[in-house]
């Protein structure tokens, strides 16, 4: 059974965060440390959401020396969106958790039910407009006259937007009775449509 590694001497939250870049990749490491083979995650444990954010921040622009290891870090802090999109990065293979004391407390979603309640919308594929609102609230999304927010939904016609937690993306589902036949993004800001997508989810936005 390999014996625990003490690390001291990290000066601040860039210093940890590329001290677990650099375990993960296995390299970048001083000259002699031993570098085991990390299976898994990596946990990094935060004072508090400040630290926790700076410590996710530092991890996600030490990327560019890493460049065969992009994943972001999953932060789990005060935020409930934060988390359950935290969720769905680790899902997608991100290898670092950062977490406050007080985060590691709060229950999270089953992975079953976390993925039961994961929505995903595909051109082409049959979907009734109604259901579909229905699943957005279950999920959590809360619905408003316009979509300006991670978490938010709308409907107008034929048309229902969706701001998901994770990916950051705000998404416009067009119907045709109950065919999906467009899926585009949309900048909040404007209302304006952007590009075309061929499928997209909706990861739960509340536990």
Known sequence: MAQPVRVLGLPGCGARAYFARALLAREGLPPGFPAPAV???VVLLARDQEEA???ADAYQALALLFPGHPSPAALFGEDERG???SLELIKQGARLIVATPQ????PLPKPGDFSQRTLHFKVGTHANREHILAKLAEAGYQRVDFVESPG???ARGAVVDYFSVEPLKAVRILFDEDSITSLRTFDPGTQTTLDFIGEAKAVPAAA
């Open 83 to 85: 988390r359950l999109a």
């Open 152 to 154: 938010e939904f709308a």
């Open 39 to 41: 299976e898994g995650a």
């Open 53 to 55: 954010e700076d410590l």
């Open 103 to 106: 985060a590691l407390k709060v």
